[in-house]
């Protein structure tokens, strides 16, 4: 039996009972970095045989968990923080479990992803897990124009030094207004969530640089069958009756980022061309 073990993202004591009782008893915990769970363990008194399962050697090291199981044998696999398959290995080895037919169960623990959803203050009815985006720039281009036009609650994963171009990346791809959380250091003594649209966000690290692994939360952008869909003249004779109104050109691109669901910045350079 391969038992999949959620381990705590920041704070010890989320480690569950079961997860302990789990750890103690099987014949050895596949972990990814052995230090780093070995700490856990001993936090708890489990002295369990570790062997490394990582990114790099999972093909390798999970053929040699797999013979192991078939034999019988009941091996734990757990990751440096969370649930293991979620940004992390595990869906490998559990696919090649199932075609072998060897039983997997689950202990659940947290899930960063999930921690930063409801504390996000977006609908959690709906929603979508993106995790890391590529650093790749082809592959980064079409994630984000997939994440720009996603209809629900949208989750990434990200590092604090690409934070700041992953906020600016989607801004760029018109995504500036749309509201976001920033969680950080979460279920940790300095556990912090930024609210605010992407752009209020952008300013916020600038201001603050930051600090600790975040989740980024972002809420969905309206459906495009929602969205309103003018002509140009349409357009332009809904702007110029805005500035006969005397609304200033902010206020306009705030008013019709509203009705159009489009990126208030560049409504105002829109804007700005037409009543300047
Ligand atoms: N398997 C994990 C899970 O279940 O959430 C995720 C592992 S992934 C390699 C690590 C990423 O998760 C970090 O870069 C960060 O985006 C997020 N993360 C993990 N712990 C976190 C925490 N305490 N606060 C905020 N984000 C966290």
């Known amino acids: 039996m391969l038992y999949l073990v959620g381990t705590p993202i920041g704070n010890m004591q989320d480690l569950s009972s079961r997860a302990i009782e ?11 970095d052995t230090r780093r769970t070995g700490l856990l363990l001993s936090h708890f ?30 091996i734990a696999l757990v990751s440096d923080a969370g649930m293991p398959s979620i940004s992390d290995p595990g869906e490998d080895l ?19 992803g999930i921690t930063a959803l409801v504390l996000s203050g977006l609908d959690t009815r709906h929603y979508y897990f993106e995790g890391f985006l590529p650093v790749e720039s082809k592959e980064r281009k079409e994630r ?17 030094h690409r934070l700041m171009r992953t906020l600016t990346d989607l801004s760029e ?24 649209t992407i752009d209020e966000l952008i300013q916020h ?11 980024l939360v972002l809420e969905g952008t309206r459906s495009q069958a929602t969205k309103t869909v003018l002509t140009e003249e349409e357009r332009q004779s809904r702007i ?20 159009w669901g489009e990126s208030k910045k560049a409504l105002y350079d829109e804007v700005l061309k037409m009543v300047k």
């Open 22 to 32: 789990v750890l103690q008893s099987v014949e050895m915990v596949a972990c990814e």
């Open 240 to 259: 110029l009756e805005l500035n006969r109104e005397g609304l200033s050109t902010k206020e306009i691109a705030k008013k019709l980022a509203e009705e």
């Open 144 to 160: 984000i124009a997939a994440v720009s036009s996603m209809t629900t609650t949208t989750i990434l994963y990200e590092a604090p």
């Open 94 to 112: 559990v696919k090649r479990c199932i075609e072998e037919d060897i039983p997997v169960t689950a202990v659940p623990g947290p899930v960063a």
């Open 45 to 74: 008194g489990i002295t369990a045989k570790l062997v490394s399962y990582h990114e790099h050697n999972k093909a390798a090291a999970g053929t040699k968990l797999i013979a192991r199981l078939r034999e019988g044998a009941e």
């Open 173 to 196: 791809a018109g995504n500036g207004d749309r509201r976001a959380a920033a969680a950080r250091e979460l279920t940790k003594k300095f556990e912090q969530v930024v609210r605010g």
């Open 205 to 215: 690290f600038e201001e603050v640089p930051p600090k600790g692994e975040f989740v």
